[in-house]
Each structure stands twice: as C-alpha cells, then as structure tokens.
C-alpha cells in the first residue's frame, strides 16, 4: 500500500476563507443583488398531469396597473430556439421541446405562461387572473403504468414511453445460472427525492441594447456550458453574454442546465430591453423543479455452495419524469456500469430501461448513482441469508484484493488506487463487530430488534474525457485555469467550476501554494464568472478537486519553475534543480539542507513585470500560466459505511445507535473541508432513507409540496458520525488526489437499509423498499407476526 506524501500546503486544517462573508452576512447570492427599477417574473403553472392547452386568456391580468405583460408558449417559440437531446447513443430516443408549453403539459405544476410585472407582488397577482382552458388527459404515473402496451404517451412523437434502453453482457451469465449451487434474487425500490437547496432556484437578466449584451445572474455549478446553452438557444454567439454566478446557497444538482423558466426570463428581457428578475418560491421548488432518484432494481446473482460470486444479472428500471434536461442513459447507466464495485465477478449483464411518465424531469442530485451500492451490498447480504453464511465472510471471499489491482470490471472499467479489505477491517474494528451478538441480545431483552449493515462503497469520480466516451455520453471532463503572479507578489487564480458550498476557495488555495511554495493567504481564487474565469466544464461528480485541484496544482507547478529559472539567472552559479520556493522565498540547495537567499517572489514578479531585459534568454514578461488538464477517464474512491439501529417492533421507530465509516479519499487537501463533505453526504444520503420522499397520486397530483409534508432530517434525526482515515494517494493524478463528496451518499443509503434488514431477519422480513417510516416498518413486522400466528 502507497503511503501518504507530506506537502507543506496541501493537508493543514486551514478555516475556510469563505467563512468569513457567510458567516457574517456579506455573502452576495442573487437577491443581494440589487438592481433599480428591476422588473419581475412569475410564471403561470399546470394545475393538470397531462392536459392539452385549448387556450389563454390574459386580458383581466393586463388590466393590473403594473402588468407588463403575459407571454405563452407561443411568444417564446419566436424568441428562443428548442431543446433537442438526441446524442448518438444506441437505444435512447431523441425529445424535443419548446421553451413554454404551446400544445401540452406534461406534469402538475408544468410552464404555462409568464407574466411580467413592475413588482413580484403585481406578478404574483396577476397569475391568478390568467385563465387557461384545459382538457385533461390521462396521466402516466408509475413505472407500472409507463409499460402498460395501450398507455397514455408522454411524449406524442414517440411510440412508447421507453426513452432509453440499453443493454450489456460480458461472459455468460445463463450459464453461470445453470451451473449454479443457487439463484438468489433480490428487488430494490428507491423513491423519488428532490434536491431541496436551501436557496431556491433564481435569475437575473439584464441586456444591454447598445452593446448587444446580456449580462445574466445565476447561480450555477458550471458557468461556461450555461452560457453555451443560453447564447444557442437566445441565438446570440457567446461573447453576447456573460455569465455571473454569485455565491450559490447549495444546488446539488439541481443548479446545472438552462431551465425554462431562466431562458424565458433571459429572451424577455432582451425583447422588453429591460431588466427582469425571477426568484423561485418554495412551493415551485418542490412541485416544479428537478427531481431524482427512482428507481427499481433487480438482481439475480449465481453463487457456489460457499458463497463466491459466479455471475450477476442486473435490470434496472428508472422514472425519468416528463422532461429531458439529460440524456436518458445518463444516470441509470452509471449505476450499471459500476455496479460491481469492489468485487471479482467475471460473469455480469445489465438492462437498464428509462421510461417517461407524468412527473418532474429528472436532473442529476448528489450521487446521481446512489443506488448502486445498496444494490450490491444488499445482493452480497441477500446470498449471506440463503446460505447461512456471515456476512463479512461474502464479501472478504468475493473481494479484489491489492495484489490483484488494477482489475478490469466486467464493464471495462479499470477498478485501481483502492483498498476496499483495509477500510472493511478497520470499520468492523471501529464498531466492534465481534461483539454484535452481545449487543444484540440486550436489546432482545428490551424488546427490540437490533440491526447492523455494512456497505462497501466505490464512489466513481473525475469522469475524465474518456469515460464520457465510453459511456455514450455527450460531453468533456477536462478542466481549465489560470494563475496570474502580480506585480506585487500577490496572486490570483481562476477555474472554470461553480461553488455551491466546497470550500474551493480555500482548498485551492492551497493546492496553489503546494504547487509555487507560498502561503494560502497569498492567494485569491476567482470563480463564477465566465468573462474572467477559464471555460471549464463546471462543478459536478466530485470532480472539482480532482480535474480542478489537480489542474491548479499542474499550472502552480509550471509558475513555480518560471520563477526558478529568473532565479537561476540572477544567481548566475547556482543550478535550477538546486533551487526551490519556500514561502515566498528562493531557497537554494546546499550540504542537503535548503537555505534561503534573498530573493523573493515580490522582487522576481518585479522583475518579470518591469524589468524584462534582467530575465533569461527567451523568457517572455509577466507571470501568466494558462492550463488545461483532462484526467484519467476515472478515478475512484473507498469505504466501508456500517450502520447499527435498533426497532422498537410496537411502533415502527427506527433509531441509529452508531453509525461508523472507514474512508480511503486520496490526498487530503483541507481536512476540515473533507470531514464537512463526509458529514453532509452521509445526513443526505439518511435523510433520504428516512424521510424524504415525493409522493404523486393517482391523477398525477405533487401530494408532497410543502415542507409539512416532503420531510427532511434535521439534526436530531441524525447520529454522531464517527470517521476513521485510512487515506492513500491516486497513482495517476497530480497530488494523488482521488476526490471525494458523493461516496457518503452512497455508503449511508446501502448501510441504513441494510441495517434495517439485518434487524428484522430474524422475522424473515425483507425489507427493499425506502424510505424507512414507521409506518411501512410496522407494516412488515406486524404481517410477520400474524404469518407466524398462524
């Protein structure tokens, strides 16, 4: 096992330069912004599933004093360009569609119409007395329901609600089956979250006439390929708008693509030749904006008498909502290509099927492969139970060890740089397993049932160039920056990612000063802006402080080597490769210790501004460093999640005793960052389990849209979170950086529920949906008292 290097920088405890503005009240997000005699928007939403438009009539709303306007489908057909996802990808179907709504909605709460208003109170008025006529039609609601052969089409241009289908086999896996000891098959339900961002969607836009200009405020995570979308389909070239993305109050997912309701905010705005704003109301958030996370899953898995996997069958069915922000493959299809995480299986086929319904779109939420890992633990538990087997024992036989890395997945894809055994043994160390028996038997005599769940996690990061490609998913993983020594010696840098809550600033900061040898405090990071910041491809699958962490430390480094060349010069006698930066300051070689001269950063930036004719042959003046770095098609992470809970069986309550997770994230950059990111990952991925869930009925109808009713887990829900660091650097990426952010999802859905199987096994409950209220909890216990009854 690689140990981990000592840097200077990189690795200290360093507070969060963020910090600062947060926490007392200087943050800017959009509604800091204050912007005169600002127009605003309010949008007109579907109370219908599915329905046709017959019609809108405006002409009592254009009476309020202070109606701008009401604009429809129609209106922006002409203002904007459609949508069209139809990447060349095997079994996805091509959808389109226009800004507004002209013939149909497609889920309750739906784009109608856009009212424009001098104030948001005239805007929110005026909605209630724009009437439209409808026709309501039958809504798709479920998965059942979108593969019924006579449904209802979502979308009428394709034959059936299948957007996409895709389908892999290596080895044999029916031959597997007929040689197997036994065939155990497991079903897995996740419901439908959203991303609940503390700061609801919101958009300013301002067009500047005499130049032709659109400066629009937004927060993103990724700046530069929202101003590709935004200039495409406004039918201006890029250099028309500039993108500013001020401080983000969490997004998730949610705050990347160009939304309707953003583009209509933008095309108004340029035609009224007037400032116009939007801020998204909770109500909208939770009924309107972007959804995740449903899916079935089933596994059939071929084993020995021992244990040892032969071959794996996975189907995975997913509700993709009404609307494609994404291609139809791009979530589901993850989950299949990694499903087999940290285990030797030869013999591995997918199914994966997307299908449309009557519902919010689905956008990308933190761990957009969440799932994944509670499939594959829960399928390594479920051979445990069949066999009478430990559960430990399973996964340690079926485990790819150190000596056998890199191993290739089933997939392709090449599974290196972890250690899946050393994080299961110091969790299980962590947490006591050996002593489970005991614990368990003193909450018998409470009557009550004791659980634990182990969950092994593979968390997929980077998504470098070549994993899009071989994925059949549009797009790059290659990040840009800059790096900009001043005349003074102070520096600033810049990348092309969007913050919602990393703590890039600070982190960056100190992959800067690792890569030049100066201190952090020297350093400013400028992001948001697409005018100053490079084109980068935003901030998205952990991959911020791999492609831009490892990107800043590549160009720090070539800096760094400039500055030692000018260095060299003045000294005359010294060689290069004798010299290095220490705090600002040339240090040079000599009887194997570094001493410092007297030559800084201040006086070599000076220099290199000033006076250029004191520089090297052929060195050119300033100190400017422009990188772009694409890193390996993907770079994973480790750990190992166990979870122990106890169930009151009279009531249903589930409560987490202790909840302990052994992580293997690379080189650490900010541990105080990381230990944020572990944490708030794991609440997620809990919350999510227990309480969050959006619930449709019937008719299609958002039964879950207020927060009195789409629950979340607050502080008292959740446990202590005990982590223990067994951290090893990346072989292929500056620094050894592995990334990290998304995997405590992962670990805390596969643990939890896991967990909960444990505790009602000896009921011989199988407990595969979510989320984990009382009420289903007691549902199962209370029909397996009444099976045993009998």
Same mark, same amino acid.
């Given at each position: 096992?690689?140990?981990?290097?000592?840097?200077?920088?990189?690795?200290?405890?360093?507070?969060?330069?963020?910090?600062?503005?947060?926490?007392?009240?200087?943050?800017?997000?959009?509604?800091?912004?204050?912007?005169?005699?600002?127009?605003?928007?309010?949008?007109?939403?579907?109370?219908?599933?599915?329905?046709?438009?017959?019609?809108?009539?405006?002409?009592?709303?254009?009476?309020?004093?202070?109606?701008?306007?009401?604009?429809?489908?129609?209106?922006?057909?002409?203002?904007?360009?459609?949508?069209?996802?139809?990447?060349?990808?095997?079994?996805?179907?091509?959808?389109?569609?226009?800004?507004?709504?002209?013939?149909?909605?497609?889920?309750?709460?739906?784009?109608?119409?856009?009212?424009?208003?001098?104030?948001?109170?005239?805007?929110?008025?005026?909605?209630?007395?724009?009437?439209?006529?409808?026709?309501?039609? &039958?809504?798709?609601?479920?998965?059942?329901?979108?593969?019924?052969?006579?449904?209802?089409?979502?979308?009428?241009?394709?034959?059936?609600?299948?957007?996409?289908?895709?389908?892999?086999?290596?080895?044999?896996?029916?031959?597997?089956?007929?040689?197997?000891?036994?065939?155990?098959?497991?079903?897995?339900?996740?419901?439908?979250?959203?991303?609940?961002?503390?700061?609801?969607?919101?958009?300013?836009?301002?067009?500047?006439?005499?130049?032709?200009?659109?400066?629009?405020?937004?927060?993103?995570?990724?700046?530069?390929?929202?101003?590709?979308?935004?200039?495409?389909?406004?039918?201006?070239?890029?250099?028309?708008?500039?993108?500013?993305?001020?401080?983000?109050?969490?997004?998730?997912?949610?705050?990347?693509?160009?939304?309707?309701?953003?583009?209509?905010?933008?095309?108004?705005?340029?035609?009224?030749?007037?400032?116009?704003?939007?801020?998204?109301?909770?109500?909208?958030?939770?009924?309107?904006?972007?959804?995740?996370?449903?899916?079935?899953?089933?596994?059939?898995?071929?084993?020995?008498?021992?244990?040892?996997?032969?071959?794996?069958?996975?189907?995975?069915?997913?509700?993709?909502?009404?609307?494609?922000?994404?291609?139809?493959?791009?979530?589901?299809?993850?989950?299949?290509?990694?499903?087999?995480?940290?285990?030797?299986?030869?013999?591995?086929?997918?199914?994966?099927?997307?299908?449309?319904?009557?519902?919010?779109?689905?956008?990308?939420?933190?761990?957009?492969?969440?799932?994944?890992?509670?499939?594959?633990?829960?399928?390594?538990?479920?051979?445990?139970?069949?066999?009478?087997?430990?559960?430990?024992?399973?996964?340690?036989?079926?485990?790819?060890?150190?000596?056998?890395?890199?191993?290739?997945?089933?997939?392709?894809?090449?599974?290196?740089?972890?250690?899946?055994?050393?994080?299961?043994?110091?969790?299980?160390?962590?947490?006591?397993?050996?002593?489970?028996?005991?614990?368990?038997?003193?909450?018998?005599?409470?009557?009550?049932?004791?659980?634990?769940?182990?969950?092994?996690?593979?968390?997929?990061?980077?998504?470098?160039?070549?994993?899009?490609?071989?994925?059949?998913?549009?797009?790059?993983?290659?990040?840009?920056?800059?790096?900009?020594?001043?005349?003074?010696?102070?520096?600033?840098? &810049?990348?092309?990612?969007?913050?919602?809550?990393?703590?890039?600033?600070?982190?960056?900061?100190?992959?800067?000063?690792?890569?030049?040898?100066?201190?952090?405090?020297?350093?400013?990071?400028?992001?948001?802006?697409?005018?100053?910041?490079?084109?980068?491809?935003?901030?998205?699958?952990?991959?911020?402080?791999?492609?831009?962490?490892?990107?800043?430390?590549?160009?720090?480094?070539?800096?760094?080597?400039?500055?030692?060349?000018?260095?060299?010069?003045?000294?005359?006698?010294?060689?290069?490769?004798?010299?290095?930066?220490?705090?600002?300051?040339?240090?040079?070689?000599?009887?194997?210790?570094?001493?410092?001269?007297?030559?800084?950063?201040?006086?070599?930036?000076?220099?290199?501004?000033?006076?250029?004719?004191?520089?090297?042959?052929?060195?050119?003046?300033?100190?400017?460093?422009?990188?772009?770095?694409?890193?390996?098609?993907?770079?994973?992470?480790?750990?190992?999640?166990?979870?122990?809970?106890?169930?009151?069986?009279?009531?249903?309550?589930?409560?987490?005793?202790?909840?302990?997770?052994?992580?293997?994230?690379?080189?650490?950059?900010?541990?105080?960052?990381?230990?944020?990111?572990?944490?708030?990952?794991?609440?997620?991925?809990?919350?999510?389990?227990?309480?969050?869930?959006?619930?449709?009925?019937?008719?299609?109808?958002?039964?879950?849209?207020?927060?009195?009713?789409?629950?979340?887990?607050?502080?008292?829900?959740?446990?202590?979170?005990?982590?223990?660091?067994?951290?090893?650097?990346?072989?292929?990426?500056?620094?050894?950086?592995?990334?990290?952010?998304?995997?405590?999802?992962?670990?805390?859905?596969?643990?939890?529920?896991?967990?909960?199987?444990?505790?009602?096994?000896?009921?011989?409950?199988?407990?595969?949906?979510?989320?984990?209220?009382?009420?289903?909890?007691?549902?199962?216990?209370?029909?397996?008292?009444?099976?045993?009854?009998?």
């Amino acid at each position: 096992m690689t140990s981990v290097v000592n840097h200077d920088q990189v690795g200290k405890k360093l507070p969060r330069k963020e910090d600062l503005r947060f926490l007392t009240g200087h943050g800017k997000f959009i509604d800091d912004i204050q912007v005169p005699h600002c127009w605003h928007a309010a949008f007109i939403r579907s109370p219908h599933a599915h329905a046709t438009i017959n019609g809108i009539d405006a002409s009592q709303a254009l009476t309020i004093d202070g109606v701008i306007g009401v604009y429809t489908g129609h209106d922006l057909a002409k203002l904007t360009t459609s949508l069209r996802i139809a990447p060349p990808i095997d079994g996805l179907k091509p959808v389109e569609m226009t800004t507004l709504p002209i013939d149909k909605v497609l889920f309750q709460g739906d784009l109608v119409a856009c009212v424009i208003a001098i104030n948001r109170y005239i805007a929110e008025d005026a909605i209630d007395l724009v009437e439209v006529d409808y026709t309501p039609l &039958s809504p798709v609601t479920n998965l059942a329901q979108a593969q019924e052969p006579n449904a209802p089409l979502v979308i009428e241009s394709l034959k059936t609600n299948l957007l996409s289908h895709q389908f892999h086999e290596t080895g044999q896996v029916e031959l597997c089956e007929q040689q197997a000891f036994k065939v155990i098959t497991s079903t897995f339900s996740q419901h439908r979250q959203t991303h609940l961002p503390m700061e609801t969607r919101g958009c300013i836009a301002l067009w500047d006439e005499g130049n032709q200009h659109l400066n629009f405020h937004v927060g993103t995570q990724a700046p530069h390929p929202y101003r590709t979308q935004l200039a495409a389909r406004l039918q201006l070239t890029e250099s028309q708008v500039t993108i500013h993305s001020p401080d983000i109050g969490g997004a998730f997912g949610q705050k990347i693509v160009l939304y309707r309701e953003e583009l209509t905010v933008a095309a108004l705005a340029r035609l009224l030749k007037h400032a116009i704003r939007w801020r998204e109301d909770r109500l909208e958030n939770l009924v309107g904006s972007s959804q995740a996370r449903e899916d079935f899953c089933t596994t059939r898995v071929s084993v020995d008498p021992h244990g040892k996997i032969l071959g794996l069958d996975f189907q995975i069915l997913e509700d993709f909502g009404a609307y494609s922000f994404y291609p139809g493959n791009y979530l589901a299809r993850v989950v299949a290509m990694i499903l087999t995480g940290p285990y030797k299986i030869a013999h591995y086929r997918y199914d994966v099927k997307v299908f449309l319904t009557n519902k919010v779109g689905n956008a990308p939420m933190r761990a957009p492969m969440s799932v994944t890992s509670w499939v594959m633990e829960g399928t390594m538990d479920a051979i445990a139970r069949e066999l009478g087997l430990d559960p430990v024992d399973v996964r340690k036989m079926n485990m790819v060890t150190q000596d056998e890395m890199p191993y290739v997945m089933p997939t392709g894809e090449v599974l290196s740089d972890v250690t899946p055994l050393e994080t299961l043994n110091g969790a299980l160390a962590a947490i006591d397993y050996d002593a489970f028996p005991s614990r368990k038997k003193l909450s018998i005599q409470r009557q009550r049932l004791r659980g634990i769940g182990i969950c092994n996690v593979i968390e997929s990061t980077t998504y470098g160039s070549a994993f899009y490609k071989a994925a059949g998913i549009p797009g790059s993983g290659h990040e840009a920056v800059w790096i900009r020594i001043e005349p003074t010696g102070v520096i600033n840098a &810049s990348v092309g990612l969007g913050p919602s809550g990393q703590g890039y600033e600070t982190a960056f900061s100190q992959v800067i000063a690792e890569g030049l040898g100066v201190e952090p405090s020297q350093i400013r990071v400028l992001m948001g802006n697409s005018d100053i910041a490079p084109y980068g491809m935003g901030s998205r699958g952990a991959r911020g402080g791999t492609a831009g962490g490892g990107a800043f430390y590549l160009c720090a480094q070539q800096a760094h080597q400039k500055l030692l060349r000018i260095a060299a010069h003045l000294l005359k006698t010294t060689p290069l490769e004798h010299l290095k930066m220490i705090e600002g300051l040339i240090h040079c070689l000599k009887s194997g210790e570094y001493v410092p001269t007297d030559i800084s950063l201040k006086q070599l930036a000076q220099i290199a501004y000033f006076e250029p004719t004191r520089l090297p042959p052929d060195e050119m003046p300033g100190l400017e460093f422009h990188l772009t770095y694409d890193p390996p098609p993907m770079t994973y992470s480790n750990s190992t999640h166990i979870c122990e809970v106890e169930i009151d069986p009279s009531t249903g309550a589930l409560t987490i005793e202790r909840y302990v997770v052994a992580e293997d994230c690379g080189t650490v950059l900010n541990p105080q960052i990381v230990a944020g990111q572990q944490h708030g990952a794991i609440a997620m991925g809990l919350s999510g389990v227990l309480f969050e869930e959006v619930i449709y009925d019937e008719t299609g109808q958002n039964t879950t849209g207020t927060l009195a009713d789409y629950l979340m887990a607050t502080c008292g829900d959740l446990p202590q979170i005990e982590i223990v660091h067994m951290n090893t650097p990346n072989q292929k990426t500056p620094l050894g950086i592995k990334g990290m952010a998304e995997g405590g999802v992962m670990g805390a859905i596969g643990s939890l529920m896991n967990a909960a199987n444990s505790a009602c096994s000896d009921l011989k409950i199988q407990v595969n949906q979510q989320p984990l209220t009382p009420m289903y909890l007691r549902r199962l216990i209370r029909e397996a008292s009444s099976r045993s009854d009998v």
